[in-house]
Nanobody, 124 residues
């Protein structure tokens, strides 16, 4: 499985962005998918995750109510809709797939496929 994240950019505080994670491989639709982010000088942190069927979603407290993760398995794509962006959301955002756990986790080491990352910069 190969993942390609896109949709990042430079926006102002309060704006919205939608990130996309496009995957190759027929089995992608059976994997849990997560979004993580890494700000300069910080570790990679969990943002959101979704089960293979899209029924269950999970969010970090810092983004709950502002971000929405969704997926379209027919298009092999997972999305992260980010609203009410804040400067502290500035980071490189990565999507990742977990082929080993039916319920997605917040632990980055559980994800065995990673995309290349897309930069999100939010100015104040």
């Amino acid at each position: 499985v190969q993942l390609q994240a896109s949709g990042g950019g430079l926006v102002q505080a309060g704006d919205s962005l939608r990130l996309s994670c496009a995957a190759s491989g027929r089995t992608f639709s059976s994997y849990s998918v997560g979004w993580f982010r890494q700000a300069p000088g910080k570790g990679r942190e969990f943002v959101a995750a979704i089960t293979w069927g899209g029924r269950l979603t999970y969010y970090a407290d810092s983004v709950k109510g502002r971000f929405t993760i969704s997926r379209d398995n027919a298009k092999n794509t997972v999305y992260l809709q980010m609203n009410s962006l804040k400067p502290e959301d500035t980071a490189v955002y990565y999507c990742a797939a977990d082929s080993n756990h039916s319920i997605p986790t917040r632990v980055k080491d559980n994800y065995n496929y990673w995309g290349q990352g897309t930069q999100v910069t939010v100015s104040s």
